[in-house]
């Protein structure tokens, strides 16, 4: 039921974080890579196609853009508590839909940037519309660069995110960093879902942030302490930056915890 890499091309001195360690550097390119969004729930009956369509989406569309499962806590009354809910996740969904202008949040809901109710399934596309807005969103250069060097510490992921870039006048931006972990299952039972096992991908395990971006340059060191039970070799970081304003997606990264990709984004 639905309820309302490569060593970088581009020259970065390494912080003492991550100096006296190898690294893995990535770096985006010159088009934005938009980041895709989805809220979620193990207690929402309308929800696993939805989970199921961006684990197959996040294949398919892999180098074009991120994708990122969040999972949201207003659910866990109604007969089953998701264990990777967090009230933080609602939050964010609330105040997307509130730049956007509108009231109503659900699950399964899809957003990109500004666009907040986007389509993942309809008509004759198993996609939607959500083809059309990647691709809108990938449209023209990107006013933002990213560059993110990571090392993994014991249960510790070490980062090192540069942020360049020049914005509209007026115009602020957030940076966002967010772990995420793949093939995550679950057996439901309680709630709509009851008897269900169910399985997740790019889910958010760890998300801080924001930190505002208004300058041409941002340098930041940031020390993401890992939940216990998440597996290394099973999670990725993705840094992404938005437009304060409306949520306009202005550049986003992705890079595996344990592996540098073949290639920057681009």
Same mark, same amino acid.
């Given at each position: 039921?639905?309820?309302?890499?490569?060593?970088?091309?581009?020259?970065?001195?390494?912080?003492?974080?991550?100096?006296?360690?190898?690294?893995?550097?990535?770096?985006? %390119?010159?088009?934005?890579?938009?980041?895709?969004?989805?809220?979620?729930?193990?207690?929402?009956?309308?929800?696993?196609?939805?989970?199921?369509?961006?684990?197959?989406?996040?294949?398919?569309?892999?180098?074009?853009?991120?994708?990122?499962?969040?999972?949201?806590?207003?659910?866990?009354?109604?007969?089953?508590?998701?264990?990777?809910?967090?009230?933080?996740?609602?939050?964010?969904?609330?105040?997307?839909?509130?730049?956007?202008?509108?009231?109503?949040?659900?699950?399964?809901?899809?957003?990109? #940037?500004?666009?907040?109710? !986007?389509?993942?399934?309809?008509?004759?596309?198993?996609? %939607?519309?959500?083809?059309? !807005?990647?691709?809108?969103?990938?449209? %023209?250069?990107?006013?933002?660069?990213?560059?993110?060097?990571?090392?993994?510490? #014991?249960?510790?992921?070490?980062?090192?995110?540069?942020?360049?870039?020049?914005?509209?006048?007026?115009?602020?931006?957030? !940076?966002?960093?967010?772990?995420?972990?793949?093939?995550?299952?679950?057996?439901?039972?309680?709630?709509?879902?009851? #008897?269900?096992?169910?399985?997740?991908?790019?889910?958010?395990?760890?998300?801080?942030?924001?930190?505002?971006?208004?300058?041409?340059?941002?340098?930041?060191?940031?020390?993401?302490?890992?939940?216990?039970?998440?597996?290394?070799?099973?999670?990725?970081? !993705?840094?992404?930056?938005?437009?304060?304003?409306? #949520?306009?997606?202005?550049?986003?990264?992705?890079?595996?915890?344990?592996?540098?990709?073949?290639?920057?984004?681009?």
């Amino acid at each position: 039921m639905k309820r309302a890499a490569t060593l970088s091309m581009f020259p970065m001195l390494l912080s003492p974080l991550l100096a006296s360690a190898t690294v893995c550097t990535t770096a985006s %390119g010159s088009r934005t890579i938009p980041l895709v969004e989805l809220y979620t729930s193990e207690g929402c009956s309308d929800c696993p196609p939805a989970d199921r369509w961006l684990s197959e989406i996040a294949v398919r569309e892999e180098g074009e853009a991120n994708f990122l499962a969040f999972h949201v806590d207003y659910w866990d009354e109604i007969g089953w508590p998701d264990r990777f809910a967090s009230r933080l996740h609602t939050q964010r969904q609330q105040l997307r839909v509130s730049r956007a202008g509108e009231r109503v949040i659900y699950t399964p809901q899809v957003m990109v #940037g500004e666009e907040v109710t !986007v389509s993942w399934r309809g008509g004759t596309s198993t996609d %939607g519309n959500v083809n059309r !807005v990647l691709q809108a969103a990938r449209t %023209g250069a990107a006013p933002v660069t990213l560059r993110m060097s990571h090392r993994m510490v #014991g249960r510790e992921a070490q980062v090192t995110l540069g942020v360049e870039g020049r914005l509209r006048d007026g115009d602020d931006a957030w !940076v966002w960093l967010a772990v995420y972990e793949d093939a995550l299952f679950s057996t439901v039972q309680a709630g709509e879902n009851a #008897g269900k096992r169910l399985r997740h991908d790019r889910v958010v395990r760890v998300l801080q942030g924001p930190w505002k971006f208004s300058r041409a340059r941002l340098a930041l060191d940031v020390r993401l302490a890992l939940p216990q039970e998440l597996d290394p070799e099973r999670a990725g970081l !993705v840094a992404f930056v938005e437009s304060v304003s409306n #949520g306009a997606p202005l550049q986003s990264l992705g890079s595996r915890l344990t592996e540098c990709a073949g290639t920057a984004q681009s």
